[in-house]
Nanobody
């Protein structure tokens, strides 16, 4: 099973930006990000395939979030711009994703994203 460790969460004002990172023990076919707010189910955010040339995004984050990966660094990133209050929650790295948005068995520990007005 792939070990995942995410980082980069924090507290930012609405309209601000954060960049999340997820280090992996070895490369998988597809990886991605999910998030969960209190009282809501965990939801898909974005995914990237093994080559890094194909990505998938939830409608709520299209145009604002960008997923990428560095195979040499064994790291997946997600740049989050123009953050909204609705973006707040715990963000989890996941692998292997069944394309385009079904999670696999490996989860990171989660990193908290707080957005304030």
């Amino acid at each position: 099973q792939v070990q995942l460790t995410e980082s980069g969460g924090g507290r930012v004002p609405a309209g601000g930006s954060l960049r999340l990172a997820c280090t992996v023990s070895w490369q998988t076919n597809s990886m991605g990000w999910f998030r969960q707010a209190p009282g809501k189910q965990r939801e898909f955010v974005a995914a990237i395939d093994f080559s890094g040339r194909t990505s998938s995004y939830a409608d709520a984050v299209k145009g604002r979030f960008t997923i990428s990966k560095s195979d040499t660094e064994l790291t997946m990133f997600m740049q989050m711009n123009n953050l909204l209050l609705e973006d707040a929650g715990v963000y989890y790295c996941n692998a292997p994703i069944t394309w385009p948005s079904i999670p696999g068995a490996s989860w990171g520990q989660g990193t908290q994203v707080t957005v304030f007005s």
